[in-house]
């Protein structure tokens, strides 16, 4: 079996995980719960991200985090930067304040690998998530929560192709993301795509950028954005553009997860990000005082789950309180 056959049916039993936990209609934890045993006290956790400021899938991605170390009473410390050097100097910094262990993502795998081999150096366990599923054992990482991009991209490309899509326009919002990319090379495996590069922080620059390209080529049908607050500046480009072009999403927020049910957005890609911090957290916390280790050496998917009008009155309570 091939390394991506078999990340294929990783991801497969992912989704069945994924709806099997979309259809549970019992509320998540609150935060600040108490938790098991307190088993985590005097352990500091650092996790570090690539969060690009005002991206609402960062404060879910906290949220799990934070009920983690509420759970297990280990302290969090939270940092994050979208230039990847810049985030690996944050890394080196989490390992000179001598934390107990790192949770990171790895969207820009060149610029962080230092900073991961100085930890390992340092005997500082370091879990990624989110980002870095091709390369987090190479740089040596000890275990990997998130969704594989690529097979994402092709789950939704496939999905766009039986709506009856036929040009895509894939916006990447952060330059230089190896896992923005690989969603959108899976987009184009399922469908005719093309890839449009804008600035995320700016929101009106990206508003303006859509708008050029819709009144450029009328044939573009479905706009796949690469982050719930992109997709909603989307929405406001096609008006403008007065084109009939749908949006499709990666992640999800309260104000995608109320477009969907208003049937303004067609459907988001889930990766569950409350999940991915959750367990991030937890299994540093499980490696320290058990010498635990999920997924055995195998990444541990947490999706892709596609949301759209079947299962959003499903999903939408839990939007709501944060956690989807």
Known sequence: ?????????????????????????????????????????????????????????????????????????????????????KQATLVQNAIDSKVDGIAMTAAGPSALVGAVKAANAANVPVVMFDSGIEDWVSMGAIMYFGSDEYIAGQALGKRIAEEGGKHVLCVIHQEGSTALEARCKGVGEGVQSENMQVNGTDDASVNASIVAKLQQDPSIDYIVTMGAPVALVALDAIGVAGSKAKVATFDLNLDAANAIKDGKIA??????????????????????????????????????????????????????????
Not at 17 to 32: E, L
Not at 278 to 291: D, P, Q, R
């Open 1 to 85: 079996m091939t390394i991506r056959s078999a990340r294929s049916r990783l991801a497969l039993a992912a989704v069945v995980f994924a709806v099997a936990f979309a259809a549970c209609n019992q509320a998540p934890a609150s935060s600040g719960g108490t938790g098991a045993g307190q088993s985590g006290k005097g352990l500091t956790i650092a996790m570090i991200t690539h969060e690009t400021p005002g991206d609402t899938y960062w404060d879910i991605i906290r949220a799990g985090a934070k009920q983690a170390a509420a759970d297990t009473g280990a302290t969090l410390k939270y940092s994050s930067d979208p230039d990847f050097t």
């Open 267 to 324: 459907m988001a890609v889930d990766a569950q990000p409350y999940l991915q911090g959750y367990l991030a957290v937890t299994s540093l916390v499980l490696f320290k005082i058990n010498g635990n280790v999920i997924g055995g050496g195998l990444s541990t998917l947490t999706g892709p789950a596609i949301v759209d009008a079947s299962n959003i009155g499903v999903i939408l309570p839990f939007a709501k309180n944060g956690t989807r």
